[in-house]
């Protein structure tokens, strides 16, 4: 009876299934081998797979091994249409012991191979984003380094809205430490062990936004991921999405994400049918919105959907009894982690007191890098201090900086001199975005903007 209806049951078989004697000639091959290798299996019959991988249909034999193994064998098969397929033979034995068929499996893991390779995409991005979760000491010690009765206003205001959902907009200048409040808010929130996902709007290209923001579905871009791509909103669902420098945001980018805000719905580029997303909206902005409203270039409808609760941060100027909490902090924090034994002189202490802070926090946080990679000496006195219009200055480079000439150049110069030559330095010796901005505790989008500027100047 089998072998009556031999046919019809190797039909049945899910995998494709070929048979050849020891020297290779096909002798039967099913249906399911045809769909897959694209030859039918009439051209098959009675051909040498040796000719076979002549005529580059096909890149493997298994035959001549399993003749001198006597073992199954099994390797993957690349088709001439990049299709990749693994072959598992098997051999069949005549009474005399000696291999009298080779019987072939092959199956199909391009799919496989397609989903292993979104697999990796996907993990790569997860330790992304748990880079992007990561606290680093300056942000757990944030409440420590405050000791101004604003800041420590803010902070208290900052603990009771971090047990809502309500959406909130962090507003004020560059470098007060927007996105500290950010991720301490999330930190505080009942959603701290969900994503925290940061989208700069400001430095991402206006034709990637809509992408890197709501994804796409698949099949949208030829050379796209096959499968579509998550965009950062569903990535933060369930947690916190940290839209930084909102005020950067187009206008069509504007009216979707009313939509979000609105509807808790997305759609994705090339989709048709809305999404819904569960994610908490925090806003940030050094933009004065009213004003960004009245000359059209913000939605109004947006600015007062995100207008829920706000937190309006003080400068540094405004707020100096933060100041040399602030300087320990950092001073702490890179000591630790340059290993260097640096200090500030109490004149030198003074002079950053009385020192008016354009760039705020961030300057300050530059600044104590600065002194702890450049200096020669262990205590850093007032004349050491870039902003010292006395001081006739030459910050002498350590690991490798060389000798950065700034006097009678204003703090931003010195700044910018300093962080160039910090970043390229850096570069050259990890040669590496990633490495180099987990050093820095900068994103990598950060560091590659600024190398690109860098080899443009």
Same mark, same amino acid.
């Given at each position: 009876?089998?072998?009556?209806?031999?046919?019809?049951?190797?039909?049945?078989?899910?995998?494709?299934?070929?048979?050849?004697?020891?020297?290779?000639?096909?002798?039967?091959?099913?249906?399911?081998?045809?769909?897959?290798?694209?030859?039918?299996?009439?051209?098959?019959?009675?051909?040498?797979?040796?000719?076979?991988?002549?005529?580059?249909?096909?890149?493997?034999?298994?035959?001549?091994?399993?003749?001198?193994?006597?073992?199954?064998?099994?390797?993957?098969?690349?088709?001439?249409?990049?299709?990749?397929?693994?072959?598992?033979?098997?051999?069949?034995?005549?009474?005399?012991?000696?291999?009298?068929?080779?019987?072939?499996?092959?199956?199909?893991?391009?799919?496989?191979?397609?989903?292993?390779?979104?697999?990796?995409?996907?993990?790569?991005?997860?330790?992304?984003?748990?880079?992007?979760?990561?606290?680093?000491?300056?942000?757990?010690?944030?409440?420590?380094?405050?000791?101004?009765?604003?800041?420590?206003?803010?902070?208290?205001?900052?603990?009771?809205?971090?047990?809502?959902?309500?959406?909130?907009?962090?507003?004020?200048?560059?470098?007060?430490?927007?996105?500290?409040?950010?991720?301490?808010?999330?930190?505080?929130?009942?959603?701290?062990?969900?994503?925290?996902?940061?989208?700069?709007?400001?430095?991402?290209?206006?034709?990637?936004?809509?992408?890197?923001?709501?994804?796409?579905?698949?099949?949208?871009?030829?050379?796209?991921?096959?499968?579509?791509?998550?965009?950062?909103?569903?990535?933060?669902?369930?947690?916190?999405?940290?839209?930084?420098?909102?005020?950067?945001?187009?206008?069509?980018?504007?009216?979707?994400?009313?939509?979000?805000?609105?509807?808790?719905?997305?759609?994705?580029?090339?989709?048709?049918?809305?999404?819904?997303?569960?994610?908490?909206?925090?806003?940030?902005?050094?933009?004065?919105?009213?004003?960004?409203?009245?000359?059209?270039?913000?939605?109004?409808?947006?600015?007062?959907?995100?207008?829920?609760?706000?937190?309006?941060?003080?400068?540094?100027?405004?707020?100096? %009894? *933060?100041? @040399?909490? !602030?300087? /320990?902090?950092?001073?702490?924090?890179?000591?630790? &982690? $340059?290993?260097?034994?640096?200090?500030?002189?109490?004149?030198?202490?003074?002079?950053?007191?009385?020192?008016?802070?354009?760039?705020?926090?961030?300057?300050?946080?530059?600044?104590?890098?600065?002194?702890?990679?450049?200096?020669?000496?262990?205590?850093?006195?007032?004349?050491?201090?870039?902003?010292?219009?006395?001081?006739?200055?030459?910050?002498?480079?350590?690991?490798?900086?060389?000798?950065?000439?700034?006097?009678?150049?204003?703090?931003?110069?010195?700044?910018?001199?300093?962080?160039?030559?910090?970043?390229?330095?850096?570069?050259?010796?990890?040669?590496?975005?990633?490495?180099? %901005? *987990?050093? @820095?505790? !900068?994103? /990598?989008?950060?560091?590659?903007?600024?190398?690109? &500027? $860098?080899?443009?100047?």
């Amino acid at each position: 009876m089998i072998e009556k209806y031999w046919s019809q049951i190797i039909e049945t078989f899910d995998e494709a299934v070929s048979i050849s004697d020891p020297d290779g000639i096909i002798l039967y091959s099913n249906k399911r081998h045809e769909e897959l290798t694209g030859i039918p299996g009439n051209e098959l019959m009675g051909k040498s797979v040796h000719e076979l991988v002549r005529r580059g249909l096909f890149d493997v034999v298994l035959n001549p091994g399993i003749l001198r193994s006597k073992q199954p064998e099994t390797q993957v098969q690349e088709l001439g249409s990049g299709q990749k397929l693994v072959l598992d033979g098997h051999p069949v034995f005549d009474e005399d012991g000696n291999v009298a068929l080779v019987i072939t499996y092959l199956r199909d893991v391009t799919k496989l191979s397609e989903l292993r390779e979104q697999l990796a995409s996907q993990q790569e991005l997860l330790k992304a984003y748990q880079k992007m979760q990561s606290l680093d000491l300056t942000v757990d010690q944030m409440p420590t380094m405050v000791q101004s009765k604003t800041m420590k206003q803010l902070f208290g205001q900052l603990s009771i809205i971090a047990e809502t959902d309500a959406t909130v907009l962090l507003l004020g200048e560059t470098g007060v430490g927007k996105d500290v409040f950010a991720r301490r808010l999330h930190k505080l929130s009942p959603h701290a062990d969900r994503p925290f996902i940061k989208a700069d709007c400001g430095s991402m290209p206006k034709n990637l936004i809509e992408t890197e923001l709501f994804g796409y579905a698949p099949g949208t871009f030829s050379g796209g991921n096959k499968g579509g791509k998550m965009g950062l909103i569903e990535a933060a669902s369930g947690g916190t999405l940290f839209l930084d420098e909102i005020g950067e945001l187009p206008l069509l980018m504007q009216t979707k994400l009313l939509r979000l805000l609105q509807d808790r719905e997305i759609v994705r580029v090339g989709a048709t049918a809305p999404q819904k997303v569960n994610v908490r909206i925090v806003a940030a902005t050094n933009k004065k919105l009213e004003k960004e409203v009245e000359a059209g270039r913000f939605r109004s409808d947006l600015y007062y959907r995100l207008k829920v609760a706000v937190i309006d941060i003080p400068p540094l100027r405004k707020r100096k %009894a *933060d100041i @040399l909490s !602030l300087v /320990r902090v950092f001073l702490k924090f890179f000591c630790q &982690k $340059y290993r260097r034994d640096v200090t500030f002189s109490q004149a030198a202490e003074n002079a950053l007191l009385k020192h008016s802070w354009p760039g705020n926090v961030r300057e300050l946080e530059n600044l104590v890098l600065g002194c702890v990679v450049t200096s020669k000496k262990n205590v850093i006195e007032v004349t050491d201090l870039p902003f010292t219009p006395s001081a006739e200055i030459r910050v002498a480079g350590g690991d490798g900086l060389g000798g950065l000439d700034v006097s009678g150049k204003s703090m931003k110069e010195i700044l910018a001199e300093v962080e160039k030559a910090v970043i390229q330095t850096g570069m050259k010796r990890v040669g590496n975005i990633a490495k180099l %901005a *987990d050093e @820095l505790n !900068l994103d /990598r989008t950060t560091v590659f903007r600024k190398l690109k &500027k $860098y080899e443009a100047e």
